[in-house]
């Protein structure tokens, strides 16, 4: 599993400095506290966020308190 740093510090180098930003993640329930880093992430205006999950069993209701 990611932890949330490390997520944040991997993405911070590779988004660009101005601009809209689509961000594909796939796999999300391998990454730790997911419902809290995309909720992160969606408040950010400059990006599109567009999600996938392989086993989504307890996710989808922990994401769907998120959004």
Known sequence: ???PNVFFADLKKRLPGTGRCYLLLDNVEYLSDAA???NSLNHEDRLDVYVTVS???GFATDVSKVF
């Open 36 to 38: 809290q880093v995309l």
């Open 55 to 57: 086993h989504a069993s």
């Open 1 to 3: 599993m990611c932890s």
